[in-house]
C-alpha cells in the first residue's frame, strides 16, 4: 500500500509560480506511472503530467510549456514546477500513483488546493 502526501498549494497571482510536491511511502515508489490531475468546482477530473518510472514525461496541452514533472526517486518524490499561471489553472490538484499497463494498483493523496487570484 503506498501512502501519497501533496503539498505546497496555496494562493498565487496570475502569472506567478508554484511548486507541488508528492511524497510517496510505504511501497516501491520506483515502479509507478506517477501523475498529477486537477479538478476545478463543477468541472470534471483532468490529467495534468504524467511521469513514468523511466523518466518520460506527458503533459495536457494546457499547461504545456508552463508546467514540468520531474520524480526524485532517492526521495520518493514527484514535483509539478507550475509557472506563468492562470485563473483556469485553480483547482484541487491530486496526486496519483498507477501500475504501468495493468493499473493494478492505483492510489490518490488526498489533494492540495491552488487558488490563481489577484
Known amino acids: 500500500q503506498v501512502q501519497l502526501v501533496e503539498s505546497w498549494g496555496g494562493l498565487v497571482q496570475p502569472g506567478g509560480a508554484l511548486r507541488l510536491a508528492c511524497v510517496a511511502s510505504g511501497g516501491v515508489f520506483t515502479i509507478y506511472d506517477i501523475s498529477w490531475y486537477r479538478q476545478a468546482p463543477g468541472k470534471q477530473l483532468e490529467l495534468v503530467a504524467t511521469?513514468?518510472?523511466?523518466?518520460?514525461?506527458m503533459l495536457a496541452d494546457s499547461v504545456s510549456g508552463r508546467f514540468t514533472i520531474s520524480r526524485d526517486n532517492a526521495r520518493n518524490t514527484v514535483t509539478l514546477q507550475m509557472n506563468r499561471l492562470q485563473p483556469d489553472d485553480t483547482a484541487v490538484y491530486y496526486c496519483?500513483?498507477?501500475?504501468?499497463?495493468?493499473?493494478?494498483?492505483?492510489?490518490w493523496g488526498q489533494g492540495t488546493q491552488v487558488t490563481v487570484s489577484s
Open positions: 496519483n500513483a498507477l501500475t504501468p499497463l495493468t493499473g493494478i494498483d492505483d492510489f
Open positions: 511521469i513514468t518510472p523511466s523518466g518520460s514525461t
